[in-house]
């Protein structure tokens, strides 16, 4: 084993970058231990360097999952306060290792009547800045040091494996796939198809806003970083087939991820097998601790009515992302923009 010739200097460091794993066959996993560390560590560095932060700056995000845990360690490690904006769906494990941090959790009981509770979030955002002197924003959605940060996990993909066919992976805020992918294609001598993971019920390419079981991916509102002319294909996938997958992952590879990458996994398999020339890449960006009385747990599933034996092999392809129902579907997306699949203004 070859060792580190110097120590990392804090943990985001030492777990920045993800983990390549052979999947089998062209299939390679970039497994993170929290792929929002990537985002969140970049965003904050650069604005203190900046002078955005200052040492009575307050910062205050909106989130419900691991973007919120990914800056609660940094700024733990800078010694600045935080606040984040949350709603009921925030699990509790998460909630105390976020205040255990440092940070505080300021929960929105109600969504709003559009935009639901991301919407919500957003206003409560607002209203806690203009009440605070000096605050800062990461603005995941936003702010274009978002994708930006994602270079150096590009970097690291081409320094693993050369050049990378495919890139499947969750679509939530658009930081993740958009920034890799567009990294990987401006320094890459072959093209580099991108396969978008949503699911049902999420405004990102074309679906209404609906209640989601599936966390972790999709959206209620449209990011600005989300560059839908990136993407070759986008498939939907539910939470049951999602939540298998991930036992999959568990079972073949000894991979103890969450839901998010088992949505991924599932679909990266399949195009993988049908594309064996291309050295394919799947992006597995959440482990599977929080989930341990969840996903995990068969009684828990069964209770859910969220086990299920039966679920397709293949993805259903649709014509429009309107014919998309509630299983397994594919569309060709073919790096259009949102206006010219969807037709209308986002």
């Known amino acids: 084993m070859t ?5 990392f200097d804090d943990i985001t460091d030492a777990q920045l970058l993800p983990r390549v794993i052979h999947l089998g066959g062209n299939l390679y996993g970039a497994v993170f231990t929290l792929m929002k560390l990537v985002p969140a560590r970049h965003i904050l560095r650069t604005a203190v360097d900046s002078g955005e932060i200052g040492p009575r700056t307050l910062i205050v995000e909106t989130t419900s999952g691991t973007f919120g845990l990914a800056l609660a360690m940094q700024a733990a490690l800078l010694d600045r306060d935080l606040v984040l ?3 009921p769906v925030i699990d509790a494990a998460l909630h105390r290792r976020l205040t255990d941090l440092g940070a505080r959790v300021d929960i929105c009981p109600e969504p709003a009547e559009v935009g639901g509770y991301q919407e919500a979030r957003l206003r409560r955002v607002a209203e806690i800045r ?41 679509v939530g805020s658009g930081g993740s796939m958009c920034g890799t992918v567009g990294a990987l294609r401006a320094s890459s001598s072959r093209d580099v198809r991108a396969i978008g993971v949503d699911t049902h019920d999420s405004v990102l390419f074309g679906h209404s806003d609906g ?7 999709g959206n209620s509102l449209m990011p600005a970083n989300l560059d839908h002319t990136v993407f070759d294909e986008v498939h939907w996938t539910d939470a049951a087939e999602a939540f298998a997958a991930a036992r999959a992952l568990h079972r073949g590879h000894a991979l103890f991820q969450g839901p998010t990458s088992g949505a991924a996994y599932r679909v990266a398999r399949w195009w993988a097998e049908r594309n064996p020339d291309a050295r394919c890449v799947v992006m597995l960006p959440d482990e599977g601790y929080r989930y341990q009385d969840t996903l995990y747990d068969d009684g828990w599933l069964a209770a ?20 998309a129902g509630s299983s397994w579907d594919r569309f060709a997306w073919d790096r259009r923009t949102y206006e010219d699949v969807v037709g209308e203004a986002r």
Do not use: I
């Open 211 to 217: 209640p989601r079981t599936l966390r972790g991916l």
């Open 304 to 323: 859910q009515g969220l086990d299920k034996p039966d679920a397709p092999l293949d993805p259903r392809e649709v014509a429009s992302p309107r014919d």
């Open 130 to 170: 203009a009440s605070h002197p000096d605050t800062f924003c990461p603005e995941q959605y936003t702010n274009p040091e978002n994708p930006r940060s994602y270079r150096v996990v590009a970097d690291h993909l081409r320094g693993t494996l050369g050049e990378v066919g495919c890139v499947v992976g969750p």
């Open 85 to 87: 904006v949350s709603d």
């Open 3 to 7: 060792l580190p010739s110097a120590p």
